[in-house]
Structure formats: C-alpha cells, structure tokens
C-alpha cells in the first residue's frame, strides 16, 4: 500500500498559479494510477487529471486542458499538479489518490473517484476574482 501527503494549496487571484504536491511514502516501488480530484462545496468530487506512473495513459477533464499539467518526480515520490491560469471555479480542495491497476488510468476511468482507493487529506484551492 501506499500512503498520500498532499501539498501546495493556498489563496490566489484569477490568472494566478499554484503547484500542487502529493508525496507518496509506502509501497512507492510498484507503478499506480495515480489522480488528482477536488471537490467545491455542496459538489460531488470530480476528476481533474491522472496517469500511470509506469508511463502513458493520461487523462484531463476538459474544464482544465491546456491549463493544468499533471507530472511526477520518480526520484522524489512525488506526484504534481500545475495549475495555471487559475479560475473563480477551481476553488475546491484537491485531492490526490492511487491506485495499484493501471487500468484505472484508460480512457475516462481516471475521472471517477471510485477507481481509487488509497487518498490523501487534500489541500485547499482558493481563486478569488
């Protein structure tokens, strides 16, 4: 198993960037489907962006292409999520999660929240107008 530490939220204006940061401690030698995923207040949690650490297999929700960029860090253990361009409606908290089935991580799969099984606590987005 693995165990998810994320990091790197924070308050900022419209057209601002923040990097979000999910540390991986654990079983970090086998390859996952890792997310990440957030959820807006009264929302249900919806995919933003995920992909199989092993290599491939990258999926991003369309409210978000071409503005966010998912990426990790093998020597670190590290998953990121670059977000740029940020809007009012990213305010959420972001959540990361994995999950050890790279068949997760095909086609839309990586959207639905109950593909994952292992989440960290997540961290808190806010964008302000």
């Known amino acids: 198993q693995v165990q998810l530490v994320e990091s790197g939220g924070g308050a900022v204006q419209a057209g601002g960037s923040l990097r979000l940061s999910c540390a991986a401690s654990g079983r970090t030698s086998s390859s996952y489907c890792m997310g990440w995923f957030r959820q807006a207040p009264g929302k249900e949690r919806e995919g933003v962006a995920a992909r199989y650490t092993g290599g491939g297999n990258t999926y991003y929700a369309d409210s978000v292409k071409g503005r966010f960029t998912i990426s990790q860090d093998n020597a670190k253990n590290t998953l990121y999520l670059q977000m740029d361009s940020l809007k009012p409606e990213d305010t959420a908290m972001y959540y990361c999660?994995?999950?050890?089935?790279?068949?997760?991580?095909?086609?839309?799969?990586?959207?639905?929240?109950?593909?994952?099984?292992?989440w960290g606590q997540g961290t808190q987005v806010t964008v302000s107008s």
């Open positions: 999660a994995a999950v050890g089935l790279r068949s997760r991580c095909m086609g839309t799969k990586g959207a639905d929240p109950q593909n994952f099984s292992t």
